[in-house]
């Protein structure tokens, strides 16, 4: 989604089902996610935010791109980051 106020693109929730995951779906969507913002013309980076102490997801974003902002959101939440533009070289 598209935060209206600071009008940066968001992956809000991903969630896999327990006895789903670890089988690469969570990755799979991720990067689907990825293209298709890919494709919003106004979309140079994507956000998304995972609670402390979820390595799992944590690994996961890393392993697909994201980075820490250093920000948390409210409740403590890691902020992370994936930048379009300099994936591209654009």
């Known amino acids: ?3 209206r106020e600071s009008k940066k693109y968001w992956i809000v929730r991903l969630m896999v ?3 789903f995951q670890g089988k690469g779906y969570g990755k799979a969507a991720t990067l689907e996610l990825i293209e298709k913002m890919r494709g919003y013309e106004d979309c140079d980076e994507i956000f998304l935010d995972f609670i402390p102490g979820n390595t799992t ?3 996961l974003y890393e392993r ?3 980075k ?3 920000e ?3 409740g403590g939440c ?4 994936y930048d379009l ?5 654009g």
């Open 1 to 3: 989604g598209k935060d």
């Open 17 to 19: 089902g327990e006895k």
């Open 57 to 59: 997801a944590e690994k």
């Open 64 to 66: 697909v791109g994201f």
């Open 68 to 70: 820490k902002t250093g």
């Open 72 to 74: 948390t959101q409210d």
């Open 78 to 81: 890691i902020i992370m980051r």
């Open 85 to 89: 533009v300099a994936e591209t070289g």
